[in-house]
């Protein structure tokens, strides 16, 4: 396999975006950020893509972002406006992805990767995964909506166990602590992965897309209850609704459009 920038491949309603770095442990660099977000943009934009996996080459997940943009970044200006990293941008990206991402972690994860991670719906891993955020001991104070999943997904005093303490967890921690859902044999994981997309790609997708935004918002605390109310209506009035009960009646599988 060639190495460079995350790949994406669309197959059977599924896409898979893979990260391309194995000799540097798939560490994200700044140019591969802009790859991920016209990556997202793309899957965004298809509505034939139901589900996405997140996965990566050779024994690790990744390393995390190259912080070397962020370093070197000049002094002065308003240091206290609130403008995202290209980083956080893409992860939030692929959070607001509208279909369901399932991330397949085939080795250690570090760093912003750790988010990348959470910014899928679900993760499953190998017993050989190992995950540390070494933001503190880099001196450096971590992007807010990074936190806020982090609090969001694993819980207030987990958060503060990987952000102030800076643990190394292993495969057994990370599943107990609930960042991952399954620890799986090496080779069962992609295997696990695509039967998880494949799943969720034979769900209805306005119903997929507006759920899944809601209960991210409702994991947020930022939840907008009268365009959630109107995104239930939407579905109720639904081509995939009628379709839906009809296949439940007819004891037969459904055929969504999305419509």
């Not at 403008?83 to 369901?100: H, I, K, T």
């Not at 991210?216 to 839906?244: C, K, M, Y």
Request: charged share 20%; net charge neutral; proline share 5%.
């Amino acid at each position: 396999m060639s190495t460079g920038s995350p790949s994406l491949e669309v197959r059977n309603a599924v896409a898979t975006i893979r990260l391309r770095r194995p000799e540097q442990a798939n560490r994200i660099e700044a140019g591969d950020v802009s790859v991920l977000l016209d990556h997202c943009a793309a899957i965004s934009a298809d509505r034939s893509v139901r589900a996405v996996v997140l996965t990566a080459a050779g024994p690790q997940f990744s390393a995390g972002y190259d912080l070397t943009a962020l370093r070197d970044r000049p002094a002065g200006g308003d240091e206290a406006e609130s403008v995202s990293s290209p980083f956080e941008q893409a992860v939030n990206a692929f959070e607001a992805l509208p279909q369901v991402t399932v991330c397949a972690l085939n080795g250690g994860v570090y760093g912003g990767s750790i988010d990348l991670a959470m910014a899928c719906d679900f993760r499953y891993g190998v017993p050989a995964a190992r995950m540390r955020m070494p933001a503190a001991r880099l001196g450096l104070q971590y992007y807010t909506s990074g936190m806020q999943r982090y609090v969001s997904r694993l819980g207030l005093d987990n958060a503060k166990r990987l952000f102030l303490l800076g643990e190394t967890l292993d495969a057994q921690q990370m599943l107990a602590m609930g960042f991952l859902h399954a620890v799986v044999e090496p080779e069962q994981l992609a295997e696990l992965a695509q039967a998880t997309a494949a799943r969720a790609a034979g769900m209805a997708p306005l119903a997929v897309s507006g759920m899944k935004r809601a209960l991210n918002a409702i994991g947020s605390n930022s939840l907008d209850p009268d365009a959630t109310q109107r995104s239930h209506v939407q579905t109720t009035r639904s081509q995939d609704f009628r379709e839906g009960v009809a296949a439940w009646h007819e004891k037969r599988e459904p055929t969504f459009r999305g419509m």
